[in-house]
C-alpha cells in the first residue's frame, strides 16, 4: 500500500509518522517543514512514547509524489478549493481518498469531484500540535473512527483499519459515518468555537455555571441537528453531558481553533459552525447560539488577510 | 437649587459643568479628577463649543458636600452597592434623586433605600469620554429624557427639565419612564455588548450582513422583553429598523463599554444585560442571543480585578 498524506500539520505528520514506522511506505507533501524534515527527519513527542523518522518521503507537489493507493487528506478545511489541484495528481482508477479533516462537508466535496466510491470518511479524535518545523507533539488521544461516504460492504473499510491498528492507532470502523461526524461536532462547535472566540482554554469555559450552561445548550443544538439528518440511530441527549464529563477531565485545554487565531490563522469556520447549521436549517432545525457563535467568530477572524493556500 | 453630581465621570462633569455654567449651584463629588480640577479647573471640549470653568466646587466625601436640593447619580452601576455611603450624607427630607446612569435597576435600587417618592429616572443619550483628569470630551448627542419613578403630576418633572434646558440641554419628559429605559437597552445591549466582546466600533458591526442580522435579532429580544414589561405603549419592531439606520450614521463609534473593556475596567453587565435578562424571564420571554452575550461578556471579564468603589 502506498500512501500520500496531502497536508503535513500535525495531524498529517502523526498519522503518516506512524504508518511510516509501522512499515507502510508513506508519503509526504509539505510545505513549512520540508526542509527542516529533509536535514533532521521527523521527531514525534507523544504520550504514547517519543521517536524519530530519520528519512522522510518529502515532496513538495502532488506530480513529484506519484500516484498512491490511499490518500490521507489532512489539509485545513479553509483550503478545500485546493482538493482538485492537490489530489488529482495522485490518482489512479483504484485510489482511495480518506479525509481526517474536521466538520462537515469534505466527503461531499471530494465525491462531487473525483465520484463517492473512493471516498472514505475518517473522525480523528487528536491532540496534537506543531512544535518548530520537523516536530510534532501529540498531547492525548488519537482514536480514529472510519466510515464508507458510499454503503458497501465492510471489506476494504476492515483492511484500512488494520493498517491502522498495525500502526498502533486505535482505529475503529462504523456503518454510520454521519454520526460519527455529528458526535464530533457536539464537542468541535461549543469548545473550539467559545475558546477561540474567548481565547480561553475549555477547563476556564467549564469552571463557570452560566457558561457551562451555554455549552450544554449548544451541545443540545447540535444534537438535535444531527439527529434530523436520518442517522441509523439518534445521539441521545444525554451524550452533551457525557461530553462535559469527558471534557472536564482534559485539564488546561487549548482546542485547535483557539491556537489557530491565538496565532493569527485562519479559523475552521465554514466545516465546524456553518456547513453544520445549513444541513441544520435545511431540516428546519434552528440553532440561534450556533448560529450567533459563527457570526461571533467570522466577526472576530473580519480584517485577516487570507490567503493562497494550495501551493 | 443646590445640585450635588455623585459620579464625576465623563457624563457627571458634562452635565454638571453646563449646570454650572448656566448659574445653578452644582458641587461634584470626585476621585481621580479631584486635584486636576482644583489646580486647573475644568475644561469641557464639545463639538457644541469649548468651555473652561476655572473654579468648580469639588470634594472628596459626600459628609463634606452636605446637603442637596437634587442628587444626580451618575456612579457607574457596579458601584450601586455604595448608593447609601454615598448619597444619605446628601439628603433632606425633600431631596430628589435623579440617576442618569445606564440600564435597568438603578431606580428599583434607590427607591428601596431612599423611598420612591423622590427618585427621578433620566435616560442620556450621550457620547462622551475623559480624557487626562480635568477633561471631558464631548463628542455627540446630548438629550436627557426625564421619568418619574412613581406616578404623580408632571410639575416637579417640569421644573427639572426647564433647570437642564436652561442649561443648553435637550431635556424632555415622559409619562412612561420604563419605555424610555427599554427604548435605551434596544441600541445599549447589542451596540454595547457586542462592541464591547469583539473590540469592534459599530461601524465594524454594521459593515457584515450576518453580524448586522445579529444586531437586529438581539434588538427584537430587547423589544419583546420590554413589551411585556406593561409599557403604555409598545415598543414597534420597526424600531429595530430605525435604531440600526441612526447608528450607520455614528460612524466609527466606540459604545462606553467597549472603551471600558479596551481600558481594562469592570463592564456594566448587570444593569445593561444581567437586570434587563431577568425581567425577561420574569414574563417569559426567551432572549437566547442577549442571554449568550451577557455570558460571553462574563466569560471575557473573568479573572479581571474588581474593586472597592465607594470611596
Redesign the interface.
Given at each position: 500500500m502506498r500512501v500520500a498524506v496531502v497536508g503535513a500539520g500535525a495531524l498529517g505528520l502523526y498519522y503518516g509518522a506512524l504508518l511510516q514506522k509501522s512499515g507502510v511506505e508513506t508519503h509526504f507533501l509539505m510545505r513549512r517543514d520540508y526542509d527542516a524534515v529533509v536535514s533532521r527527519g521527523l521527531q514525534i513527542y507523544s504520550i504514547n512514547g517519543d521517536f524519530h523518522l530519520p528519512k522522510i518521503n518529502a515532496w513538495r507537489t502532488p506530480e513529484e509524489m506519484g500516484k498512491a493507493d490511499l490518500v490521507i487528506v489532512a489539509i485545513k478545511t479553509f483550503a478545500n478549493d485546493c482538493y482538485q489541484e492537490l489530489i488529482t495528481p495522485l490518482l489512479t482508477s483504484h485510489t482511495m481518498i480518506q479525509t481526517l479533516q474536521n466538520g462537515l462537508g469534505n466527503e461531499e466535496a471530494l465525491a462531487e469531484l473525483f465520484g463517492g466510491e473512493r471516498i472514505i470518511g475518517g473522525v480523528a479524535f487528536l491532540c496534537s500540535n506543531r512544535g518548530e518545523p520537523g516536530v510534532v507533539h501529540h498531547l492525548g488521544a488519537g482514536r480514529i473512527v472510519l466510515g464508507e461516504f458510499v454503503e458497501r460492504d465492510g471489506q476494504r473499510l476492515e483492511r484500512l483499519a488494520e493498517m491502522f491498528r498495525g500502526a498502533g492507532v486505535d482505529c475503529r470502523t462504523t456503518a454510520d459515518l454521519k454520526r460519527a461526524r455529528w458526535e464530533k461536532l457536539v464537542w468541535n462547535i461549543p469548545f473550539n468555537g467559545?475558546s477561540a472566540?474567548?481565547r480561553?482554554s475549555v477547563d476556564?469555559?467549564l469552571a463557570?455555571p452560566?457558561?457551562r450552561?451555554?455549552v450544554r445548550?449548544i451541545m443540545l443544538e447540535v444534537i438535535r441537528a444531527g439527529n434530523a439528518q436520518g442517522l441509523h440511530s439518534d445521539i441521545p441527549e444525554k451524550f452533551a453531558e457525557s461530553m462535559m464529563e469527558f471534557t472536564d477531565n482534559m485539564g488546561v485545554y487549548k482546542p485547535s481553533m483557539q491556537i489557530d487565531r491565538e496565532e493569527g490563522r485562519e479559523l475552521e469556520i465554514g466545516a465546524i459552525l456553518r456547513t453544520p447549521l445549513r444541513f441544520g436549517a435545511e431540516k428546519g432545525i434552528g440553532m440561534?447560539?450556533t448560529?450567533?457563535?459563527?457570526?461571533?467568530l467570522?466577526?472576530?477572524q473580519?480584517g485577516l488577510q487570507t490567503g493562497q493556500y494550495c501551493r
Open positions: 467559545l472566540l474567548l480561553q476556564r469555559l463557570v452560566v457558561t450552561t451555554l445548550e440561534p447560539r448560529e450567533m457563535l459563527a457570526t461571533l467570522e466577526q472576530a473580519s
